[in-house]
């Protein structure tokens, strides 16, 4: 086996669509554990090496709000895929890149298929893949995936980031005082050796986000450790406006990276 791949992107973007033109029939559907979500796993051959590949659930976003999310975040954090496929709309580029920022957040190795190409061009939507690329750190691969193309240059990009990793270009700052108290809260918490990368879990502990509470409250050394009472009180303190500022940030990072790399019909070059 030479790896596993996972499919990530927003409802609608055509995930099923580019599993199945990629998986053919060597498929099969069963459930995650505990929870009704579908299960979908194929497996793919591409230059002489076999890939499992796993079709998640589509997310607008990978918080704790939906099984959905959960579902797709548990298996990109844990389920170890050696490479994320984020399959993108080309037609709502601005929308599915939040989903996109979060993933390269939690440090997933990250190949984007551009999709809907067709439905852009006829929409005269441009998109300049090689800075969509540059911006994110990631291979950006156009494709139709009804009409299968561009399937085999995006089992290129697979394998080369398998080889490669390309991760770790985009580091959202999220100005201060969010980005001291991240650095702090990392700090704290690689005492903890958990199964999550502490960049990630930071900022999920400021975003509020009730499951990152869980994992870390429930951690031993964490909770051994002196520190751990005035963690979580601060937290509680300060929860409601940097929630909020956090997502601003990504919000902003995203509109900044869709006026870098998309043009539309009608809308001026600054
Ligand atoms: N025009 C066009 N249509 C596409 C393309 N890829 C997929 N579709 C169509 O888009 C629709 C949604 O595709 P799916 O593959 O079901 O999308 P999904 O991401 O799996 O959706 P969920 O599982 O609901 O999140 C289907 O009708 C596909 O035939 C494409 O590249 N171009
Ligand atoms: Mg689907």
Redesign the pocket.
Same mark, same amino acid.
């Given at each position: 086996m030479s790896g596993t791949i996972a499919l990530v992107?927003?409802?609608?973007?055509?995930?099923?669509? +580019?599993f199945n033109a990629l998986t053919g029939s060597n498929q099969h559907v069963g459930n995650w554990p505990g929870v009704t979500v579908e299960r979908k796993e194929g497996q793919v051959r591409y230059e002489g090496k076999l890939y499992t590949i796993v079709?998640l659930?589509?997310t607008y976003s990978l918080g704790a709000f939906s099984e959905d999310e959960v579902v797709a975040r548990e298996f990109i954090l844990t389920g170890n895929p050696d490479v994320v496929i984020n399959?993108i709309d080309a037609t709502n580029i601005e929308r599915n890149l939040y989903l996109t920022t979060q993933l390269l957040e939690m440090g997933a190795n990250v190949v984007v298929a551009l999709?809907? +190409?067709?439905?852009a061009e006829a929409q005269k939507i441009a998109v300049d893949e090689k800075a969509l690329a540059r911006r994110l750190g990631a291979q950006v691969i156009p494709?139709?995936?009804?009409?299968r193309k561009g399937m085999d240059h995006l089992m290129r990009a697979v394998a080369e980031t398998i080889d490669a990793p390309q991760n770790g270009v985009v580091r959202l700052s999220y100005g201060q005082p969010i980005d001291a108290k991240l650095a702090e809260l990392e700090g704290f918490l690689l005492a903890g050796d958990l199964a999550y990368p502490p960049g990630w879990l930071a900022v999920k502990l400021l975003e509020g986000d009730e499951y990152a509470r869980k994992i870390v409250r429930e951690n031993g050394s964490l909770q051994a450790s002196k520190e751990f009472d005035r963690v979580f009180r601060e937290l509680a303190a300060h929860e409601d406006d940097l929630q909020l500022e956090i997502v601003d940030r990504r919000y902003k990072l995203v509109s900044e990276i869709t006026r870098d790399a998309v043009q539309r019909p009608g809308v001026a070059i600054q």
């Amino acid at each position: 086996m030479s790896g596993t791949i996972a499919l990530v992107g927003n409802p609608n973007s055509g995930k099923t669509t +580019v599993f199945n033109a990629l998986t053919g029939s060597n498929q099969h559907v069963g459930n995650w554990p505990g929870v009704t979500v579908e299960r979908k796993e194929g497996q793919v051959r591409y230059e002489g090496k076999l890939y499992t590949i796993v079709d998640l659930p589509g997310t607008y976003s990978l918080g704790a709000f939906s099984e959905d999310e959960v579902v797709a975040r548990e298996f990109i954090l844990t389920g170890n895929p050696d490479v994320v496929i984020n399959v993108i709309d080309a037609t709502n580029i601005e929308r599915n890149l939040y989903l996109t920022t979060q993933l390269l957040e939690m440090g997933a190795n990250v190949v984007v298929a551009l999709n809907m +190409v067709d439905e852009a061009e006829a929409q005269k939507i441009a998109v300049d893949e090689k800075a969509l690329a540059r911006r994110l750190g990631a291979q950006v691969i156009p494709t139709v995936a009804n009409r299968r193309k561009g399937m085999d240059h995006l089992m290129r990009a697979v394998a080369e980031t398998i080889d490669a990793p390309q991760n770790g270009v985009v580091r959202l700052s999220y100005g201060q005082p969010i980005d001291a108290k991240l650095a702090e809260l990392e700090g704290f918490l690689l005492a903890g050796d958990l199964a999550y990368p502490p960049g990630w879990l930071a900022v999920k502990l400021l975003e509020g986000d009730e499951y990152a509470r869980k994992i870390v409250r429930e951690n031993g050394s964490l909770q051994a450790s002196k520190e751990f009472d005035r963690v979580f009180r601060e937290l509680a303190a300060h929860e409601d406006d940097l929630q909020l500022e956090i997502v601003d940030r990504r919000y902003k990072l995203v509109s900044e990276i869709t006026r870098d790399a998309v043009q539309r019909p009608g809308v001026a070059i600054q």
